[in-house]
Each structure stands twice: as structure tokens, then as C-alpha cells.
């Protein structure tokens, strides 16, 4: 299961110039399936950030 406490540490490497450490970031996100709305929803991030995660998510 992935680790929650992980989410902020993720989102800051989504702008990371390394596509291998962007792949690596979609990867772990995608890992929380289902819950990772329900993750987010508990960090201090806008639906603008959300809606970015989810679009990289469907495109992987």
C-alpha cells in the first residue's frame, strides 16, 4: 500500500525536468488507485493541482 505521507514529496517532483523522475512520480500515484482522491483531498492543494494529477494519471 502506498504511504500517504509521501503525497506532498510527490507533487513538488511533478515539475521535475527528469522524465525518468516524472515517470517514477505517476507511478507511485498511480499505486494509490481508488484512494488517491480521497489522499488528496486531505492535503492543502487546489482542484487545479488535482485536476493536473488525474490528467497525468489517465495519460500513462
Given at each position: 500500500m502506498p504511504?500517504?505521507?509521501?503525497?506532498?514529496?510527490?507533487?513538488?517532483?511533478m515539475d521535475d525536468e527528469s522524465v525518468v523522475v516524472?515517470?517514477?512520480?505517476?507511478?507511485?500515484?498511480?499505486?494509490?488507485g481508488p484512494s488517491l482522491d480521497q489522499e488528496l483531498s486531505k492535503l492543502d492543494i487546489d482542484e487545479h493541482q488535482k485536476k493536473i494529477i488525474q490528467d497525468l494519471l489517465k495519460k500513462k
Open positions: 504511504d500517504s505521507k509521501k503525497l506532498p514529496y510527490l507533487i513538488k517532483l516524472r515517470k517514477a512520480v505517476i507511478k507511485e500515484l498511480a499505486a494509490f
